[in-house]
T-cell receptor, first 110, second 113 residues
Framework: QKEVEQNSGPLSVPEGAIASLNCTYSDRVSQSFFWYRQYSGKSPELIMSIYSNGDKEDGRFTAQLNKASQYVSLLIRDSQPSDSATYLCAGDFGNEKLTFGTGTRLTIIP | DGGITQSPKYLFRKEGQNVTLSCEQNLNHDAMYWYRQDPGQGLRLIYYSQIVNDFQKGDIAEGYSVSREKKESFPLTVTSAQKNPTAFYLC????????????FGQGTRLTVV
């Protein structure tokens, strides 16, 4: 069973600080990972994709993938109240579908 | 505007009824997916389809049925055999060269009354 695990939170971060969201997975045969942001009552929105080891930056977001440690993270710099949402980590384990974690609820405190 | 359209946004079902949730996309995506989300939980895959006239069961297919007669459309029927259907249902699609980079519709919230 391929699993993706996240701390459900809630994670509270002061406005302007760095929010760090983490995800671990149980299968070494991982292809790529995705971070989705989901506001309350809304559908998930893809914000980052990462396909290889290392860091990938896009604006205030940085995704980090470490396949040896089976670990993927999302850093949000200069956190804003609009970043308050649930963040879902999803992995592609080569079986043509995504496996989702349960999500981490992030609250940015003004 | 390209995108994925789910309808209706809210749906109420009486016990013992079948209901069908609509999902249409104009992104020319080959693959389409149906997920279910319960409060405080992640997304669980119900069914997925990578080409027209073909689909596969996901992790929780019991009590659900789908069809894929057109590339643009992937309707989901929640049958009376699904004992706990109240949930948020999400449809997604992806292109063949980024098969698992999925984009979601706005969701349908189904409630049994």
């Amino acid at each position: 069973q391929k699993e993706v695990e996240q701390n459900s939170g809630p994670l509270s971060v002061p406005e302007g600080a760095i929010a760090s969201l983490n995800c671990t997975y149980s299968d070494r045969v991982s292809q790529s990972f995705f971070w989705y942001r989901q506001y309350s009552g809304k559908s998930p929105e893809l914000i980052m994709s990462i396909y290889s080891n290392g860091d990938k930056e896009d604006g205030r977001f940085t995704a980090q993938l470490n396949k040896a440690s089976q670990y993927v993270s999302l850093l949000i710099r200069d956190s804003q109240p609009s970043d308050s949402a649930t963040y879902l980590c999803a992995g592609d384990f080569g079986n043509e579908k995504l496996t989702f974690g349960t999500g981490t609820r992030l609250t940015i405190i003004p | 505007d390209g995108g994925i359209t789910q309808s209706p946004k809210y749906l109420f079902r009486k016990e013992g009824q079948n209901v069908t949730l609509s999902c249409e996309q104009n992104l020319n995506h080959d693959a389409m997916y149906w997920y279910r989300q319960d409060p405080g939980q992640g997304l669980r895959l119900i069914y997925y389809s990578q080409i027209v006239n073909d689909f596969q069961k996901g992790d929780i297919a019991e009590g659900y049925s789908v069809s894929r007669e057109k590339k643009e459309s992937f309707p989901l029927t929640v049958t009376s055999a699904q004992k706990n259907p109240t949930a948020f249902y999400l449809c997604a699609s992806s292109s063949s060269d980024r098969l698992t980079e999925a984009f979601f519709g706005q969701g349908t919230r189904l409630t049994v009354v």
